[in-house]
């Protein structure tokens, strides 16, 4: 299947509706929203409550779906707790077209107090046309006064993938590119403690299991197994003066997370690794924003193949497959202007690197990896944004489809 036919399928996905219980009302028009990252995952649930009284159902489903688009990025209702069961397509290069499903709840755990965010638990699949397979449970808490912050995620997943080798020389030979197969679990939780209005701190754990298979050149993992299990236990430190977290205007956010592997917790690969990330958002003017953000992840010790640092993935360095490029070490950025044109349409135009180098000594400024394009945005929700990016890369031009800003 082409890119264009992908994405008409993607664009008819968006707007089929989902199942929503309510007691208060009878009919409502949902909307979803579905973004996978591995190693990351970012995702908003919302709905979209046509009247407080049931409406006439439409036969026609030309109407229905002008209703839909009509009313998706209307203020949602405040519910004690909103179930809903949600689908939703995502595009990338490296797992082209997949359909998510979602079933989750949104809830408060204090009601009275208003400026406390919504606490969200969320149950997901997801299937693509590359033969990606996953399923989990995610989870964020805002505890009340939001003095604590707790968080969580859990996900197996299969996927059938590319690998190049390790190190940007076997990177950029397009001989290396081989098969394999992977099967990862997860578990990821973490637990902040708010210190002031803007600063959290706390510890973080994590889990991993991953075993891989049918390798066409299995040289290329230089003699590491291909089954790997990781136990780690670290802390996070986050700085967060965002006006709106998933579609910031203005402030600033930085996350400083510092994790350890040690072979008293059972592994054969020790290691440790410090991630830094930096964003900035201003509005210069009404309708632009120009956002900021730089990145670097370091490893340090026997670090497994299955732990680099990669380039590529959803939210950086669009259009690069994920992994052909990776490392020890990486250090990346990009710099995006948001334009809002008119109506619930907008674009984007942005700059970006990535370098993956094994030591700092070994750093090679001509290894720098460059990334730029253009974008499309369409308001699916207040300040959601549906995303069609086209990014270029050192070997070309790839498209991606996906949920709410890169970054």
């Known amino acids: 299947m082409n890119f264009w036919r992908g994405f008409c399928l993607c664009c008819i996905l968006t707007l089929i509706g989902s199942v929503r219980v309510g007691a208060q009302?009878?009919?409502?028009?949902?909307?979803?929203?579905?973004?996978?990252?591995?190693?990351?995952?970012d995702s908003l649930i919302t709905d979209t409550l046509v009247g407080d009284t049931v409406r006439h159902k439409s036969h026609n489903p030309f109407k229905w779906i002008a209703d839909y688009l009509k009313n998706t990025n209307k203020e949602e209702s405040d519910k004690p707790f909103d179930f809903s069961v949600l689908l939703g397509p995502s595009y990338t290069a490296s797992t082209s077209l997949?359909?998510?499903?979602?079933?989750?709840?949104?809830?408060?755990?204090?009601?009275?107090?208003?400026?406390?965010?919504?606490?969200?638990?969320?149950?997901?699949a997801n299937a693509t046309l590359a033969g990606m397979f996953s399923v989990g449970l995610r989870g964020n808490n805002f505890l009340p006064k939001e003095r604590y912050r707790l968080n969580y995620q859990m996900y197996v997943y299969?996927?059938?993938?590319?690998?190049?080798?390790?190190?940007?020389?076997?990177?950029?030979?397009?001989?290396?590119?081989?098969?394999?197969?992977?099967?990862k679990f997860q578990f990821r939780p973490d637990f902040l403690f708010r210190l002031t209005p803007s600063v959290f701190l706390g510890p973080s754990a994590d889990v991993t299991w991953m075993k891989t298979s049918n390798f066409e050149n299995i040289a290329l993992i230089e003699g590491q197994d291909t089954k790997i299990v990781n136990v780690g236990l670290g802390l996070n430190f986050t700085y967060d003066t965002r006006d709106f977290v998933l579609n910031a205007y203005r402030g600033n956010y930085i996350r400083i997370e510092q994790m350890s592997y040690p072979k008293a917790f059972g592994n054969k690969y020790a290691y440790s690794y410090t991630d830094l990330t930096y964003c900035a958002y201003r509005q210069f003017w009404k309708t632009g924003v120009l956002a900021l953000e730089l990145h670097s992840m370091f490893n340090y010790g026997n670090v497994p193949w299955t732990s680099l640092a990669l380039v590529g993935t959803p939210n950086r360095m669009r259009g690069y497959y994920e992994g052909q490029f990776r490392d020890k070490n990486i250090v990346e950025g990009q710099l995006e202007l948001r334009q809002h044109i008119k109506g619930r349409h907008g674009a984007v135009v942005w700059v970006g690197f990535a370098n993956?180098?094994?030591?700092?000594?070994?750093?090679?400024?001509?290894h720098t990896l460059p990334n730029g394009g253009i974008g499309y945005r369409w308001e699916f929700k207040q300040r959601v944004n549906i995303r069609l990016d086209l990014?270029?890369?050192?070997?070309?031009?790839?498209?991606?489809?996906n949920i709410n800003e890169a970054f």
Request: aromatic share 20%; net charge negative.
């Open 158 to 183: 299969t996927f059938p993938s590319y690998f190049w080798g390790i190190g940007y020389e076997n990177g950029v030979q397009d001989a290396n590119k081989s098969k394999y197969d992977r099967v």
């Open 391 to 401: 990014g270029f890369t050192r070997d070309g031009a790839n498209f991606s489809f």
């Open 98 to 124: 997949g359909l998510g499903a979602t079933a989750s709840g949104l809830y408060k755990w204090d009601r009275d107090d208003p400026d406390l965010p919504k606490s969200n638990v969320s149950l997901f």
């Open 356 to 366: 993956v180098f094994p030591e700092f000594d070994r750093l090679q400024i001509r």
């Open 25 to 41: 009302t009878e009919y409502y028009v949902q909307d979803s929203v579905y973004t996978e990252t591995f190693g990351r995952v």
